[in-house]
């Protein structure tokens, strides 16, 4: 379907062409005067000044062109040449029925769809996620629903850090808690325990202090370095131990993204691509990109015209190791050799903005993918009410898992406090209260402008009223009663006539959906829908006091009403699905 923006777009920029215009001087955009009308154009001035035309003369000419066509009810020319242009009611009643009966609900698809990777730069193995990693969840998991409902081949993949100096701390201070161990032992031939021999709480202990003594004792922290070269090298006992990390960590990891609506397609690690390195290093050889410098292999990825400095990608280090860009560029051979994508975006803090310029610049020199194709998806940092990162009131990082918990238990009180969800049975109840806090942590993310820090304010963001997620749970909940309702009375959607001032501002609102979902898609910016989700549920929210619906005794009247309800509620579960947000039946 083809939202109304579109339509008179097309009708503009053929009025223009007549006149012997570039089409692009016909774009058309919702009125920033809706009193005065539903879409402006504002092309005339730029059009008349290129070819030194009066404004006001030409926008009479498009005007008269353009006027009863399609949607057009009245077209007026104001101010210097500006169109002021209003829609019919009929033209309403048509989209309204429009999007009732899309699949997509009005959101449409892209012209031209793409492979896409989306790589979430996820937690490291056997460290428990903090508040950090909320925003990489989030943003990450909606832009790839975002992708995908638009068309597009979308493959997330969690990327977990297990391969760096967190494994040797590991490794060594499990041999000093229990040295008797198989995977310590130079003779054993395997095959090792399929049982591991932590739990995540063992996990969560032995890091800590390991890094601590690492911290306090260089001869410590050379142990496990030395402990990660091994296990770099093929130590069978350390490959066994880090595989055994990496299960318990991931089951862990899961429970957590799972509170948040959160899914990979693929769950790799930095591990999975080390039987790539030698070859890739090779390859960077053979073409002269890696060139050895004080005992390290690099790729000097500067150029002449950088305003920064622009240190070299380090290939190998000069103790033989690799690091985080050996291993990221290996990610991408091996992105290339069995997924074929034809864009990887990474979904990682913006302070690692440096990295992944140094990582993209080298990908497209060794010829693996073109650096136009490869995007960091920057974002802020999550703040206190003090303007500085989110901690806990001792001063240390929140968890995730704790985070998560608050939320929950904040949701819990608001709909006791609201009076919700009274005569629902305790496990229906545990369900809403979960979804409230899902909704309250990812709108409250997601509506901010990407790359900006935001404050987090969970007794805000839980609220039932405002600009939060469970507000527009509520609103999707309420519309869900409504129509229930009107079931049970026996009364059924009808015909959709747009008549009141309330009714035809709720259609524009849905209208906008497409040019939400392709602004959010080409800016990589989900606050653009979630502008749009709230600003639907506010439109809804002005008719339903305006009007009566399941109650409107006028039947024709009820009847498209209860039509136009079904629409905002088919749009909004869509756009709150897009966002990760699933509306409960009741509440």
């Known amino acids: 379907m083809s939202d109304l923006v579109t339509q ?5 920029a053929a009025a223009f062409e007549a006149e012997g215009f570039e089409a692009r001087w016909g774009a058309v955009r919702r009125s920033d005067r809706p009193e005065l009308a539903d879409f402006q154009c504002n092309g005339c001035m730029g059009a008349a000044k290129s070819q030194g035309l009066v404004p006001r003369d030409l926008a009479a000419k498009i005007a008269q062109r353009i006027s009863g066509q399609g949607p057009i009810e009245r077209v007026d020319v104001a101010g210097p040449g500006f169109l002021n242009i209003r829609v019919s009611s009929e033209a309403l009643s048509e989209a309204t029925e429009a999007i009732r009966s899309d699949a997509k609900a009005g959101g449409g698809t892209l012209d031209t769809t793409e492979k896409v990777v989306f790589d979430f730069g996820g937690p490291n193995v056997a460290k428990p996620m903090h508040v950090g990693h909320l925003r990489s969840a989030v943003i990450g998991d909606t832009l790839c629903r975002l992708f995908r409902f638009l068309g597009d081949d979308v493959t997330g ?51 800590p202090q390991a890094s601590a003594k690492a911290k306090a004792d260089p001869a410590r922290n ?13 130590h069978p006992g350390y490959r066994a131990l880090l595989r055994h990390f990496i299960n318990v960590s991931v089951d862990a990891l899961k429970v957590d993204y799972a509170f948040l609506g959160v899914e990979f397609d693929l769950w790799k690690g930095e591990s999975d691509v080390d039987g790539l390195i030698p070859d890739m290093v090779e390859m960077l050889k053979e073409k002269g990109l890696a060139k050895l410098d004080d005992g390290a292999w690099i790729i000097d990825v500067a150029r002449e015209d950088d305003k920064k400095e622009m240190p070299p ?12 860009h050996a291993t990221d560029l290996a990610t991408i051979v091996d992105r290339m050799d069995t997924l074929k994508p034809d864009r990887m975006l990474y979904v990682v803090d913006q302070r690692q903005a440096l990295h992944f310029e140094q990582v993209f610049r080298a990908a497209d020199m060794a010829g693996l993918i073109g650096e136009d194709r490869l ?21 240390g990082v929140l968890r995730l898992a704790d985070l998560n918990a608050m939320a929950l238990a904040e949701a819990e009180k608001k709909i006791g406090e609201n009076g919700l969800s ?9 369900r809403i209260a979960a979804l409230v806090a899902r909704a309250a942590l990812r709108f409250a993310d997601l509506q901010n402008v990407r790359t900006t820090n935001y404050v987090f304010d969970l007794e805000r963001f839980t609220s039932f009223e405002g600009k939060t997620g469970p507000y527009l749970l509520y609103a999707a909940v309420r519309i869900k009663s409504l129509l229930r309702r009107a079931k049970e009375a026996g009364h059924e959607p009808g015909e959709v006539r747009i008549e009141s001032d309330t009714e035809r501002a709720l259609v524009l609102a849905m209208d906008g959906f497409a040019n939400a979902l392709a602004q959010s898609h080409a800016k990589r910016q989900p606050h653009i829908l979630c502008e749009h989700v709230y600003s ?13 619906i399941a109650n409107e005794s006028d039947a024709g009247l009820r009847g498209s009403r209860l039509a136009l309800c079904e629409a905002v509620l088919k749009q909004l579960e869509a756009g709150l699905g897009i966002l990760g947000i699933e509306a409960p039946e009741r509440m």
């Open 313 to 324: 990608f380090m290939v190998i280090n000069s103790r033989g190791g690799t690091g985080y």
């Open 222 to 234: 050379e142990a496990s370095q030395l402990a990660v070269a091994e296990m770099q090298a093929g």
């Open 536 to 548: 639907l549920a506010q439109a809804f929210s002005a008719l339903y006091a305006a009007h009566p």
């Open 157 to 207: 993949d969690a990327h977990l850090g297990d391969w760096g100096l967190q494994m040797g701390h590991l490794i060594t201070e499990l041999f000093a808690e229990q040295p008797d161990l198989v995977y310590f032992d130079p003779d054993f031939k395997g095959p090792y325990p399929e049982v591991p021999p932590v739990t995540i709480e063992d996990l969560g202990r032995l890091y």
């Open 8 to 12: 008179l777009s097309a009708a503009c």
């Open 422 to 430: 009274d005569e629902i049975g305790e496990d229906e109840r545990a």
């Open 375 to 395: 995007e960091h998806i920057g974002f802020g940092t999550v703040n206190g009410t003090d303007g500085k990162p989110f901690k806990t009131r001792e001063g």
